[in-house]
T-cell receptor, first 112, second 111 residues
């Protein structure tokens, strides 16, 4: 089925460990996004990529890096995980910023 | 600022109508959206309204927009247990890629 695929679905990290969250879409969308969802705070934009080859910071970029590997894939990297990064991470894609988003099913990350 | 506020919880009986409200501060929104999130899943686009419209109806869903009061609402007619989820309003601001989400309203439908 067409959509946005995120891996892994669950992850537990120790403080200071690094990891990369993977995201791929097969809808030929230009724009891709990484959000985190925390209770009572809605979704907050971490980074986005308006088109292949470009990335920009969102609302809460500190502690994260991203790579737009090609049009399909947009990865999020935590270089040194901290407990404050415990969250549910969502990747999304869209044809452009005035279009609705298609979301992946999320990665639940716990940093201990 | 670009704040979006929603009430946290709403409980209704099956068959009744649900109204989920959202207020926002930014006045340059081009589109305003409603998303639904079921447990353990990502957000799913439900419907949207263009900022120059007052109302949009889509089957059981009615979106109302009051631009003067910066108030957006989602009405679900004949609410079913399958409508139990968290509902987020969201909007974009013209000229940027910033997409603002509300805090979400958890709808619980009682049988």
């Amino acid at each position: 089925n067409a959509g946005v695929t995120q891996t892994p679905k669950f992850q537990v990290l120790k403080t200071g460990q690094s990891m990369t969250l993977q995201c791929a879409q097969d809808m030929n969308h230009n724009s891709m996004y990484w959000y985190r969802q925390d209770p009572g705070m809605g979704l907050r934009l971490i980074y986005y990529s308006a088109s292949e080859g470009t990335t920009d910071k969102g609302e809460v970029p500190n502690g994260y890096n991203v790579s737009r590997l090609n049009k399909r894939e947009f990865s999020l990297r935590l270089e040194s995980a901290a407990p404050s990064q415990t969250s549910v991470y969502f990747c999304a894609s869209s044809e452009g910023h005035d279009y609705g988003y298609t979301f992946g099913s999320g990665t639940r990350l716990t940093v201990v | 600022g670009e704040d979006v506020e929603q009430s946290l919880f709403l409980s209704v009986r099956e068959g009744d109508s649900s109204v989920i409200n959202c207020t926002y501060t930014d006045s340059s929104s081009t589109y305003l959206y409603w998303y639904k999130q079921e447990p353990g899943a990502g957000l799913q686009l439900l419907t949207y309204i263009f900022s120059n419209m007052d109302m949009k109806q889509d089957q059981r869903l009615t979106v109302l927009l009051n631009k003067k009061d910066k108030h957006l609402s989602l009405r679900i007619a004949d609410t079913q247990t399958g409508d139990s989820a968290i509902y987020f309003c969201a909007f974009t601001t013209s000229g940027t890629y910033k997409y603002i989400f509300g805090t979400g309203t958890r709808l619980k439908v009682l049988a």
